[in-house]
């Protein structure tokens, strides 16, 4: 105890030195100050307080201008700061796991339930339908590049949370708090979840209960799995990790359908002997629209978010890098293979929609539109019930995934002591797993599913709503991108992966033609929900409520109350360590 006594005294003496160097204009200062300890810690957490004191001395005058370690910059982040890099559960996934997370995360249930929404919103053009789809194929490929291209710079857990606050550092702490309540807020596995309730209802034979009570019994099994999910990842990482290698094992039997449906409906499937001419699809006119369907820009940016959707999750897996072996060279292997791969798929099923079903069939099955396909391909039993539990299986590896990313994202963001009540959700309690942080996830998701209205409209509004408040950070990425590249042009680190500049630039002009669409063009297709503002409306107002937190609490009230705030860095029991920002009157 005496000597960690002289040792933060002798702390203070640095970060006082350090104080009367620094340029002292900024109202509202952010310094690094001190380090805090409790009483009962093992030798092993002595020995990194050595190591803490040791970083002080190798950060020196820079500690005083940073917020969080998080927020040096690279070059210092790698050299003076790996000890923070790393996490208690250790670096565990290799090529396989990570292709299964990537895999697992991309290949859901948005290809099983988007198609009819979107094919609807091309006005029922094959041409363009297809083109979107190749077009946020190429995209996804441009975004995975520059997520890796900026994990090669950070190479920390915590995805677009890292690149954002290393890029946009003024003013202090601004982009670091406000993306971090943002994802806290959204999150969530609510549309995997919502898809898995609707095909177990359909695969056991429910699915002909109308109104109120297919609904209540659809959002039971959506709270049931999002709790299953939260305790199979909330006790054991290692044992949910093997549980969800384990359903992410049966993407390869999804796969094997995927391609088969695809290759039996252009091959085998014959509709000729349709009684019903009305019955028989004529998807294929390339130039034409469907008659009463209506084209507008706003309906090709939400048909461009639906598809974006779809291949969501190229970016996640950098939420979880620190627990990866070898994050460049396994990232960069596992991405681009896990993308092709679902781009196959995906093309061949949506070949099978417009073969098998027709305009009207595909514009009245909604979420519904796999079951549909797959009834009519296979009949009633084995295409109704065995397939469409199949993709009630793909749903729940997909919230697994999800579940697991996000508790990661959420602990590293609670790590930084933004928020009220950050010690205990950033821990791994009870055990190694970050329980309190994937807790949070499936509580906030349940709480979505017992307020949305009971119609398939809320679906739609919810896939807008997150494509949006994606496609907002994204462009700030894709940007930032550049600016970092600036910033670090004369150092001698340099990125192992390096990202196209054209393909970031037409990433980045993609996502602001979807950010700006919904407002100048109100022809829009994608359905609303009762009492709430339209989807872009709602997720602005959920961003400027995080910039407003920022605001009062890092800025305004240290004003007023003619303080300063400053880190103080704490060890948990378990060895993460963690930031706590404290009050210092001048």
């Excluded at 994802?183 to 549309?191: H, K, N, V």
């Excluded at 099955?365 to 065995?386: M, Y």
Aim: glycine share 8%; aromatic share 14%; charged share 15%.
């Amino acid at each position: 105890s005496i000597y960690i006594y002289i040792s933060t005294i002798y702390i203070k003496l640095l970060n006082f030195s350090g104080m009367l160097e620094n340029n002292d204009d900024k109202n509202i200062a952010i310094h690094i100050e001190e380090y805090s300890y409790g009483t009962d810690i093992p030798n092993r957490d002595i020995e990194r307080f050595n190591e803490e004191v040791s970083l002080r001395n190798k950060l020196g005058n820079n500690a005083t201008n940073y917020g969080s370690f998080c927020s040096l910059d690279a070059e210092e982040h790698h050299k003076a700061t790996q000890q923070l890099i790393e996490v208690p559960q250790g670096r565990h996934l290799g090529i396989y796991s990570t292709t299964i997370l990537f895999v697992s995360r991309i290949l859901g249930s948005g290809i099983f339930t988007i198609p009819s929404s979107m094919y609807v919103n091309c006005g029922g053009n094959i041409t363009i339908f297809f083109v979107i789809w190749i077009t946020t194929a190429m995209l996804a490929f441009a975004g995975l590049y520059l997520f890796l291209e900026f994990g090669s710079w950070i190479p920390k857990s915590g995805g677009r949370k890292n690149f954002l606050e290393q890029t946009y550092t003024k003013p202090n702490l601004m982009m670091s708090v406000t993306f971090a309540c943002y994802s806290i807020l959204s999150g969530l596995t609510l549309s995997n979840s919502i898809v898995f309730g609707k095909y177990v209802l359909y695969s056991i034979g429910y699915n002909e209960i109308e109104g109120t009570r297919e609904e209540t019994y659809s959002k039971i099994i959506s709270v049931i799995v999002i709790l299953l999910a939260v305790l199979i990842h909330g006790i054991s990482v290692r044992r949910g990790i093997f549980i969800q290698n384990l359903f992410g094992s049966l993407k390869l039997i999804m796969i094997l359908l995927m391609c088969g449906t695809g290759l039996y409906a252009l091959f085998i499937y014959d509709n000729s002997n349709v009684a019903d001419s009305a019955m028989n699809p004529n998807n294929f006119h390339y130039l034409s629209f469907e008659e009463g369907s209506i084209i507008s820009i706003s309906s090709i940016a939400a048909a461009i978010t639906s598809s974006f959707f779809c291949f969501a999750g190229w970016d996640s897996v950098h939420s979880v890098v620190s627990e990866i072996k070898n994050p460049s060279r396994t990232l960069k292997i596992s991405g681009p293979i896990s993308l092709a791969i679902c781009f196959i798929c995906y093309i061949l099923v949506n070949l099978a929609y417009l073969k098998v079903l027709t305009f009207e069939e595909i514009k009245n099955a909604g979420p519904l539109i796999g079951s549909v396909l797959f009834s009519k391909l296979f009949g009633p039993f084995i295409g109704g019930k065995i397939l469409s539990m199949t993709v009630a299986l793909s749903a729940l590896s997909n919230i697994l995934v999800v579940t697991y990313g996000i508790s990661r994202m959420n602990q590293e963001i609670f790590r930084e002591g933004f928020l009220p009540g950050s010690k205990f959700m950033a821990s791994n309690y009870p055990g190694d797993a970050p329980l309190p942080s994937i807790a949070l996830c499936g509580i906030l998701t349940i709480i979505w599913i017992l307020i949305l209205p009971d119609n398939s409209s809320s679906f739609d509004y919810l896939i807008n709503m997150e494509g949006y408040g994606n496609q907002f950070f994204l462009f700030l990425v894709a940007i930032g991108l550049f600016i970092y590249r600036y910033n670090h042009k004369d150092g001698d680190k340099k990125p192992s992966i390096k990202a196209s500049s054209t393909g970031v630039l037409v990433l980045s002009s993609l996502s602001l033609y979807l950010l700006a669409a919904p407002f100048i063009d109100r022809k829009d297709h994608a359905k609303t929900i009762e009492n709430m503002p339209p989807y872009q409306i709602t997720t602005l107002i959920m961003i400027g409520i995080c910039f407003g937190y920022w605001f009062q609490k890092f800025y305004l009230f240290p004003r007023i109350g003619g303080y300063k705030l400053k880190a103080k860095f704490v060890i948990l029991k378990d060895g993460l360590i963690m930031t706590k920002w404290v009050k210092r009157y001048v």
